[in-house]
């Protein structure tokens, strides 16, 4: 069973850092995408960004410029650095990993539990 770990969250002012962390662990094969989202109260889950297994990245609007994603292959580790917080980014965080278990396996996408995030004005 592969369980995602999230770390790193909490409460931040308005224009501070925070780095997100989430790491996989259990028997894996092999990693795909890796993403995050968040979801504020009240709000629909939303993407922030995503990498893949070739390091190429997507942001949405609302993170580029401020938000970095990266991965550690070796360690099954996906991170998100957040600078230049707003308000607006208050939300429970969420990792997702698209895994193969075997070389047999079908992927599938693994949650992280979330980390809350809280940036005050």
């Known amino acids: 069973q592969v369980q995602l770990v999230e770390s790193g969250g909490g409460l931040m002012q308005a224009g501070g850092s925070l780095r997100l962390s989430c790491a996989a662990s259990g028997s894996i094969f092999r990693i795909n995408d890796m993403g995050w989202y968040r979801q504020a109260p009240g709000k629909q889950r939303e993407l922030v960004a995503t990498i893949t297994s070739g390091d190429i990245t997507i942001y949405t609007d609302s993170a580029k410029g401020r938000f970095t994603i990266s991965r550690d292959n070796a360690k099954n580790t996906l991170y998100l650095q957040m600078n230049s917080l707003e308000p607006e980014d208050t939300a429970v965080y969420y990792c997702?990993?698209?895994?193969?278990?075997?070389?047999?396996?079908?992927?599938?996408?693994?949650w992280g539990q979330g980390t809350q995030v809280t940036v005050s004005s």
């Open positions: 997702a990993m698209n895994i193969e278990l075997t070389l047999q396996s079908r992927p599938y996408d693994a």
